[in-house]
T-cell receptor, first 116, second 113 residues
């Protein structure tokens, strides 16, 4: 069964460093997402990406964050100058299309980011 | 067993019992709703979805009920099994304003053998 894959599964970084979280969405999907889940809290939307550009972003997704689809398969989230409060599970998700024949978003296993 | 809204984050049931997990949503414009199951250390896993033009949808051992009048969503799990132990999140989407999902707080379901 096709799945969204994320690497690494766990990333430890020092405060102030830059990290890149990587995702390979399901191959025929068109919409890509990043969500964040701080330990013990609910899942929060960060950003959606369609047709090689950001289609929506939340108030969390400020200038510290950026996304990129550098090739036909990868979807990355870059966090610049990481802060302690960036420590969380980061989930990538993808879905086929939006609209009347909508389908659910499929989530990856997540990357646990720990900022020390 | 039954959880009450978002203020009771845990639900403990006996194996074989039916479970009801409740969720209150806030956006009256939401028109698409999903229940996700999240096991420890894993990403959310789709269980079942429902559109706002329906009030009930059934899957295998699961049923979702939607009450738009009071903005309430519930997930019923029949014959709960130990493998059902997980955190369950409801998520909503207003498709006219984008494709983001807004997640609820989550309910920890524990199934006792």
């Amino acid at each position: 069964e096709p799945e969204v894959t994320q690497t690494p599964s766990h990333q430890v970084t020092q405060m102030g460093q830059e990290v890149i979280l990587r995702c390979v969405p399901i191959s025929n999907h068109l919409y890509f997402y990043w969500y964040r889940q701080i330990l013990g809290q609910k899942v929060e939307f960060l950003v959606s990406f369609y047709n090689n550009e950001i289609s929506e972003k939340s108030e969390i997704f400020d200038d510290q964050f950026s996304v990129e689809r550098p090739d036909g398969s990868n979807f990355t989230l870059k966090i610049r100058s990481t802060k302690l409060e960036d420590s969380a599970m980061y989930f990538c998700a993808s879905r086929v299309e939006q609209g009347i024949l909508d389908t659910e978003a499929f989530f990856g296993q997540g990357t646990r980011l720990t900022v020390v | 067993g039954e959880s009450v809204g978002l203020h009771l984050p845990t639900l403990s049931v006996q194996e074989g019992d039916n479970s009801i997990i409740n969720c209150a949503y806030s956006n009256s414009a939401s028109d698409y709703f999903i229940w996700y199951k999240q096991e420890s250390g894993k990403g959310p896993q789709f269980i079942i979805d429902i559109r706002s033009n329906m009030d009930k949808r059934q899957g295998q051992r699961v049923t979702v009920l939607l009450n738009k009048t009071v903005k309430h969503l519930s997930l019923q799990i029949a014959a709960t099994q130990p493998g059902d132990s997980a955190v369950y999140f409801c998520a909503e989407n207003d498709e006219t304003s984008g494709s983001r999902l807004t997640f609820g707080e989550g309910t920890q379901l524990t199934v006792n053998p």
